[in-house]
């Protein structure tokens, strides 16, 4: 393969000019999503999982519960770990080791726009104040990488959490644990949509492509939850103007119902 | 054996004599690694290797390719494995003294080296900075050391402007074409500037956004469909059907 | 502390050869291919059997980092066996471990023989698995869809590498092990097979056979190797005929 970065320096020229005059390579106007598709199927040994494709774009999110003692600051909560792997197998340019700080990053933005609009009842997840509560997992996996890898994690993430079923854990009276046979639903509480930006020259494109993501001058990430509240951005590469941090909320928010559709009808949520 | 039956029986015309080789796929089959395709007197062509019994076998997905006294395989998959005297485009990534490391789209980093003693025009052509787009002609290649690359000859060197598309190097047969006939289609129909190198980078110098569009339309169509027959038919009706036809592109073509 | 706690079964094969999930001995379980399922990687395969879920990705050939250790005289041969958290009952932490490790070693071993590595000097062949759901013989699994991948990524070989496993339960020797021989069976045998010369790339044993028991274990691999074989040369064929069909129907 030519160099990534090569790669996007000689077709950069061709995607800028296309911005310029309105139009993407792949004939999206510059709010439009890919198409996002649930694979039907079981992929994973976890309670709650979703392998999800935005275009070209492959993620499989799985959500494992455990239970452990809380965090001494919040005894009556339970405990989220969100974790992103870039698989090798997912991009040329990704290789095997530890989380580095783009995966880092790609996590903890999914967690915040999770906590952010308090999208998991994580009070009913405590078992026994200040001693047992459950975990939850939130194993996120690249699998293809053709851009925007961040909003397919959260897609994922939402679809996962919303499958999830966890196993009655009780406390006896003198402190045994009993795992039993009957299951509860994860309690989800609210929906947030994560929605991706770029600049290019003037032009602000949602959901970039691999390439427009190489060729972009910024990027930056917004959640919006189901009442339509901004609750959660990270600004990414490069810098905006007000006015256009403005413009990608107003798009972001213009499109969460659109989104959240595709992702009722096809993820199966309620 | 199953297989060895059923392919005597479609290579019928063959007459099986003592000494002629028994074929064991039709011409044009899809073929896979390990596929016996022949035993006996043949010679193996490209992609295909003879195992201790003596049996020709594919060394990878492609298309079988019988023809007068060696069977080849045209391979569907696969990166590109420089070879002396292709054409092919790169980016300079690097100018070490003397020397211009050329990405080639390939596990091999080409190299150029100006001839010594050059002067004036012709040593400005070497005058090459990384990110420069060139054509160069794979001048040596012995497998192991760096491919050699000349950018001494006609339109060869730096190229100005225009866009690049990328394409699976298999599928370069077929953007040529028969005798260069789907070039020249491309030619005629979508403007002259067009460059197909060995290594998958095509380079091209549209007239126009539109243009560029149509061609990266109908690149990803012969990338897709390279091995289905009718290719130059379904291409040809694709440009017609963008209504972008330029008149005056056919006169341009015929330069 | 885990929430799942496994349980042996009572029977693990009945006096007529019944197994937990209702195979006979010689049955395998059910085999789903898809060849290349990735864009960016050079050649793919996706796996269902069974239980298990498998994804093989190929790239290559291509240049070696760090530099010094390409060799002069072939491809170097690299691969990853890498299993997800959420592939087990309990997740399992991200990162290699010391039977992540021997499994990509092997997994390397069985299908180095099938490469044309001389074609390629001073190359890199990276080879990743990853088992997304496991269900008893992830490394046979792994197998087969690797080198599906490395068929995938056009990469030249003698021919395609197929992998199953044998075990033995009680007096029986059976073909294909789940989850529950594998955790309670007596022996296990993974094995791969160079398939069109039939020569064997991996074996591993782990439990005690009678030399009869093994010899017989050997025969049952080589012919589920072959059913196996027929499922990875249709899936290898079917992207091809995809595109070859859809034109017909559409086009005339």
Redo the contacts between chains.
């Keep these: 393969m030519l160099d990534e970065r090569i790669t996007a320096e000689l077709v950069g020229d061709y995607i800028r000019e296309l911005a310029a005059s309105g139009q993407r390579k792949d004939g999206r106007a510059f709010d439009e999503v890919r198409e996002i598709k649930i694979r039907p199927g079981t992929f994973t040994k976890a309670e709650g999982e979703a392998w999800v494709s935005l275009g070209a774009t492959q993620v499989l999110v799985g959500v494992k519960a455990d239970v452990g003692t809380p965090f001494p600051d919040t005894p009556d909560k339970g405990v989220l770990i969100s974790n992103v792997e870039l698989l090798p197998l997912a991009s040329p340019t990704f290789e095997p080791g530890p989380p580095d700080e783009n995966a880092i990053e790609m996590a903890r933005v999914v967690d915040r726009a999770l906590r952010g609009s308090n999208a998991i009842d994580m009070e009913a997840l405590a078992i026994k104040s200040g001693e047992l509560v459950y975990m939850i997992f939130l194993d996120m996996y690249a699998l293809d990488h053709d851009g925007n890898i961040i909003d397919a994690f959260a897609l994922g993430s939402l679809v996962a959490l919303s499958r999830t079923r966890i196993p009655v854990v009780e406390v006896t009276e003198d402190g045994e644990m009993i795992v039993k046979e009957e299951t509860f639903d994860l309690p989800i509480r609210d929906l947030p949509i994560t929605f991706t930006f770029i600049k290019i020259g003037d032009a602000l494109m949602l959901d970039p492509t691999l390439e427009e993501e190489l060729v972009s001058d910024a990027a930056i990430t917004i959640s919006i939850d189901s009442s339509g509240r901004v609750c959660s951005i990270q600004k990414r590469h490069g810098s905006f103007r007000v006015d256009e941090i403005k413009r990608a909320v107003s798009i972001a928010r213009s499109k969460y119902s659109e989104v959240e559709r595709i992702l009722r009808e096809q993820g199966g949520l309620v | 054996m199953e297989r060895l039956r059923s392919s005597e029986k479609r290579g019928k015309a063959l007459k099986l004599g003592r000494n002629e080789p028994k074929i064991l796929v039709a011409n044009r089959d899809l073929v896979l690694p390990g596929q016996p395709l022949a035993v006996g007197p043949i010679r193996p062509g490209d992609y295909v290797y003879v195992d201790k019994r003596g049996v020709l076998r594919s060394t990878k997905v492609g298309l079988a390719d019988i023809r007068e006294g060696e069977i080849r395989v045209v391979p569907l998959a696969g990166s590109y494995i420089p070879r002396e005297g292709d054409l092919v485009v790169g980016t300079v990534s690097k100018v070490a003294g003397n020397t211009i490391l050329v990405n080639i789209n390939s596990a091999y980093p080409g190299v150029i080296i100006p001839p010594r003693g050059l002067r004036g025009r012709a040593r400005a052509k070497y005058n090459l900075s990384p990110g420069d787009l060139v054509l160069a002609k794979i001048k040596a290649f012995d497998g192991v050391s760096a491919p050699l690359l000349s950018i001494e000859g006609e339109g060869l060197g730096k190229l100005v402007g225009g866009r690049v598309y990328m394409i699976n190097p298999t599928r370069v047969p077929r953007v040529i074409g028969k005798r260069q006939s789907m070039l020249m289609l491309l030619k005629s129909k979508l403007g002259p500037e067009i460059v197909v190198g060995q290594n998958g980078v095509i380079w091209y110098n549209p007239k126009s956004l539109k243009h560029a569009l149509l061609m990266e339309q109908v690149l990803a169509k012969i990338e897709r469909e390279s091995h289905v027959s009718g290719l130059s038919d379904r291409v040809l009706r694709l440009i017609e059907s963008s209504g972008i036809l330029d008149p005056r592109g056919s006169e341009a073509g015929e330069v | 502390?885990?929430?799942?706690?496994e349980k042996k079964p009572e029977v693990l094969i009945t006096e007529d050869g019944i197994r937990t999930d209702g195979r006979g001995p010689l049955d395998l379980r059910p085999i789903k291919i898809q060849v290349g399922?990735?864009?960016?990687?050079?050649?793919?395969a996706y796996l269902e059997w069974g239980g298990n879920?498998v994804?093989?990705?190929v790239?290559?050939?291509?240049?070696v980092h760090p530099k010094h250790m390409a060799l002069?005289?072939r491809a170097l041969l690299r691969c990853?066996y890498?299993m997800?958290?959420?592939?087990?009952?309990?997740?399992k932490r991200?990162?290699p471990d010391r039977r992540s490790v021997e499994l990509s070693k092997v997994i390397r071993e069985a299908l180095l023989p099938s490469i044309?590595l001389e074609?390629?000097?001073?190359?890199?062949i990276?080879v990743?698995v990853?088992i997304?759901?496991?269900d008893a013989g992830t490394r046979v699994a792994g197998v087969t869809a690797a080198s599906l991948a490395l068929?995938?990524?056009?990469?030249?070989?003698?021919?395609?590498v197929t992998a199953v496993a044998v075990g033995r339960v009680e007096d029986w020797v059976v073909v294909d092990p789940n989850h529950d021989e594998d955790q309670w069976g007596d022996a296990d045998i993974p094995v791969a097979f160079l398939?069109?010369?039939k020569e064997i790339t991996l074996l591993q044993l782990d439990g005690p056979m009678t030399q009869e028991q093994f010899d017989k274990a050997l025969e049952l691999a080589s012919q589920a190797a072959d059913l196996i074989y027929e499922v990875q040369?249709e899936a290898?064929?079917r992207p091809?005929?995809a595109?070859?069909l859809e034109?017909l129907r559409r086009?005339e």
């Design positions: 502390m885990p929430l799942i706690v399922v990735l864009s960016r990687a050079d050649g793919s879920r994804l093989a990705a790239f290559g050939p291509r240049e002069p005289d990853r890498n997800a958290p959420f592939s087990t009952p309990e997740r991200p990162g044309f074609r390629y000097p001073g190359t890199a990276d990743f990853e997304l759901r496991s068929a995938d990524a056009g990469i030249e070989m003698r021919g395609l398939m069109e010369e040369k290898l064929r091809y005929e595109v070859r034109i086009g």
